[in-house]
Protein backbone atom coordinates (compact mmCIF):
# COMPACT_ATOMS: atom_id res chain seq x y z
CA UNK A 1 0.00 0.00 0.00
CA UNK A 2 1.27 3.66 -1.10
CA UNK A 3 1.61 6.03 1.70
CA UNK A 4 0.85 9.48 0.91
CA UNK A 5 3.29 11.71 2.44
CA UNK A 6 2.01 14.64 5.32
CA UNK A 7 0.10 17.42 3.97
CA UNK A 8 2.78 20.08 4.23
CA UNK A 9 0.53 23.10 2.97
CA UNK A 10 2.47 23.13 -0.82
CA UNK A 11 2.20 25.56 -3.07
CA UNK A 12 -1.73 25.99 -5.16
CA UNK A 13 -0.72 25.57 -9.00
CA UNK A 14 -3.18 27.22 -11.24
CA UNK A 15 -3.52 28.08 -14.86
CA UNK A 16 -4.64 30.66 -17.39
CA UNK A 17 -5.19 29.44 -20.87
CA UNK A 18 -4.61 31.88 -23.38
CA UNK A 19 -3.25 32.82 -26.79
CA UNK A 20 0.21 32.44 -27.03
CA UNK A 21 0.54 36.08 -27.95
CA UNK A 22 -0.50 37.17 -24.72
CA UNK A 23 1.24 35.10 -22.53
CA UNK A 24 4.48 38.11 -22.67
CA UNK A 25 1.99 40.27 -21.13
CA UNK A 26 0.52 38.11 -18.10
CA UNK A 27 4.01 37.22 -17.43
CA UNK A 28 5.12 40.78 -16.95
CA UNK A 29 1.47 41.39 -14.76
CA UNK A 30 -2.14 41.27 -15.26
CA UNK A 31 -4.04 44.16 -16.09
CA UNK A 32 -7.79 43.59 -14.36
CA UNK A 33 -8.87 46.83 -16.68
CA UNK A 34 -8.06 44.05 -19.97
CA UNK A 35 -10.29 41.63 -18.09
CA UNK A 36 -14.06 41.08 -19.39
CA UNK A 37 -16.76 41.96 -17.67
CA UNK A 38 -19.38 39.56 -17.65
CA UNK A 39 -17.50 35.98 -16.49
CA UNK A 40 -19.31 34.35 -14.16
CA UNK A 41 -18.15 35.92 -11.48
CA UNK A 42 -17.25 39.68 -12.70
CA UNK A 43 -14.58 41.58 -14.18
CA UNK A 44 -11.42 39.59 -13.30
CA UNK A 45 -8.30 37.64 -14.16
CA UNK A 46 -9.53 33.69 -14.32
CA UNK A 47 -7.11 30.60 -13.21
CA UNK A 48 -7.81 26.89 -12.62
CA UNK A 49 -6.83 24.24 -10.99
CA UNK A 50 -7.16 21.97 -14.00
CA UNK A 51 -4.34 21.97 -16.94
CA UNK A 52 -6.51 20.64 -19.22
CA UNK A 53 -9.51 22.93 -18.72
CA UNK A 54 -6.38 25.28 -19.43
CA UNK A 55 -5.46 23.86 -22.44
CA UNK A 56 -9.28 23.47 -23.76
CA UNK A 57 -9.66 26.94 -22.67
CA UNK A 58 -6.91 28.44 -24.98
CA UNK A 59 -7.77 26.24 -27.97
CA UNK A 60 -11.33 27.47 -27.81
CA UNK A 61 -9.31 31.31 -27.65
CA UNK A 62 -7.26 30.15 -31.08
CA UNK A 63 -10.75 29.13 -33.07
CA UNK A 64 -12.22 32.63 -31.64
CA UNK A 65 -9.28 34.98 -32.51
CA UNK A 66 -6.61 32.73 -34.19
CA UNK A 67 -2.98 32.51 -33.04
CA UNK A 68 -1.44 29.65 -31.19
CA UNK A 69 -2.77 28.51 -27.71
CA UNK A 70 -0.44 28.98 -24.52
CA UNK A 71 -1.41 28.25 -21.03
CA UNK A 72 0.39 30.51 -17.93
CA UNK A 73 1.22 28.98 -14.87
CA UNK A 74 1.61 30.14 -11.28
CA UNK A 75 2.80 28.80 -7.93
CA UNK A 76 0.85 30.56 -5.52
CA UNK A 77 1.61 30.69 -1.41
CA UNK A 78 -1.86 29.27 -0.19
CA UNK A 79 -1.28 31.67 3.08
CA UNK A 80 -1.02 34.58 1.07
CA UNK A 81 -4.74 33.60 -0.35
CA UNK A 82 -5.96 32.70 2.73
CA UNK A 83 -5.63 36.26 3.90
CA UNK A 84 -7.95 37.77 0.81
CA UNK A 85 -11.59 38.37 0.83
CA UNK A 86 -12.78 35.49 -0.50
CA UNK A 87 -16.07 34.21 -2.13
CA UNK A 88 -15.98 30.02 -2.63
CA UNK A 89 -18.83 28.08 -4.20
CA UNK A 90 -18.63 24.00 -4.02
CA UNK A 91 -22.02 22.96 -5.68
CA UNK A 92 -23.13 23.96 -8.83
CA UNK A 93 -26.47 22.07 -8.51
CA UNK A 94 -29.30 23.52 -10.77
CA UNK A 95 -30.72 23.77 -6.85
CA UNK A 96 -27.56 26.23 -6.05
CA UNK A 97 -29.41 29.17 -5.96
CA UNK A 98 -26.66 31.15 -4.05
CA UNK A 99 -23.82 30.14 -7.25
CA UNK A 100 -26.83 31.10 -9.81
CA UNK A 101 -27.74 34.58 -8.23
CA UNK A 102 -24.08 35.42 -8.36
CA UNK A 103 -23.19 33.96 -11.72
CA UNK A 104 -26.28 35.59 -12.92
CA UNK A 105 -25.53 39.12 -11.57
CA UNK A 106 -22.18 38.71 -12.90
CA UNK A 107 -23.04 38.48 -16.39
CA UNK A 108 -25.42 40.89 -16.37
CA UNK A 109 -24.15 43.25 -14.63
CA UNK A 110 -20.45 42.14 -14.82
CA UNK A 111 -20.10 42.61 -10.89
CA UNK A 112 -18.45 40.58 -7.83
CA UNK A 113 -19.46 43.39 -5.46
CA UNK A 114 -20.88 43.55 -2.11
CA UNK A 115 -22.66 46.43 0.17
CA UNK A 116 -20.66 49.24 0.03
CA UNK A 117 -19.40 48.48 -3.51
CA UNK A 118 -16.36 46.48 -2.64
CA UNK A 119 -14.77 43.34 -4.39
CA UNK A 120 -14.15 39.90 -3.22
CA UNK A 121 -10.48 39.94 -3.77
CA UNK A 122 -11.10 35.87 -5.22
CA UNK A 123 -14.08 34.15 -6.44
CA UNK A 124 -13.66 30.03 -6.87
CA UNK A 125 -16.10 27.66 -7.71
CA UNK A 126 -17.58 25.47 -10.58
CA UNK A 127 -17.70 26.86 -14.35
CA UNK A 128 -21.06 27.71 -15.56
CA UNK A 129 -21.66 26.43 -18.98
CA UNK A 130 -22.92 29.93 -21.24
CA UNK A 131 -25.76 28.83 -23.47
CA UNK A 132 -27.20 26.27 -20.49
CA UNK A 133 -29.45 27.83 -17.75
CA UNK A 134 -27.97 26.26 -14.72
CA UNK A 135 -25.27 23.74 -15.71
CA UNK A 136 -21.96 23.26 -15.14
CA UNK A 137 -18.99 22.04 -17.03
CA UNK A 138 -17.89 18.24 -15.21
CA UNK A 139 -14.89 18.80 -13.28
CA UNK A 140 -13.88 22.28 -14.05
CA UNK A 141 -13.23 25.03 -11.74
CA UNK A 142 -11.97 28.35 -11.60
CA UNK A 143 -10.32 31.14 -9.09
CA UNK A 144 -10.88 33.96 -10.59
CA UNK A 145 -8.67 37.48 -8.73
CA UNK A 146 -11.01 40.60 -8.85
CA UNK A 147 -8.92 42.99 -6.97
CA UNK A 148 -4.83 44.64 -7.52
CA UNK A 149 -4.41 42.94 -4.19
CA UNK A 150 -5.38 39.63 -5.38
CA UNK A 151 -3.78 40.44 -8.75
CA UNK A 152 -0.11 41.17 -6.83
CA UNK A 153 -0.30 37.56 -5.42
CA UNK A 154 -0.44 36.32 -9.08
CA UNK A 155 2.19 38.94 -9.84
CA UNK A 156 4.76 37.73 -7.53
CA UNK A 157 4.52 34.32 -7.74
CA UNK A 158 6.91 32.05 -9.57
CA UNK A 159 5.43 31.69 -13.47
CA UNK A 160 6.21 29.76 -16.38
CA UNK A 161 4.93 28.89 -19.59
CA UNK A 162 3.20 25.51 -20.48
Not at 72 to 86: C, E, G
Not at 104 to 110: A, D, H, L, Q, V
Not at 137 to 156: E, M
Request: hydrophobic residues 40%.
Amino acid sequence: MLRQPPWTNQALVVYHGTLDTHTPSVLAGINLAKCDNDSDFGRGFYTTTNLKQARIFAKTAQKINGGRPGVVSFRLDRDALAALQSLWFVRGSADADDFWHVVESCRRFGTTNRAGNQWYDIAVGPVARWYQTRSVWSDYDQISFHTDKAVKILDNSEKGVI
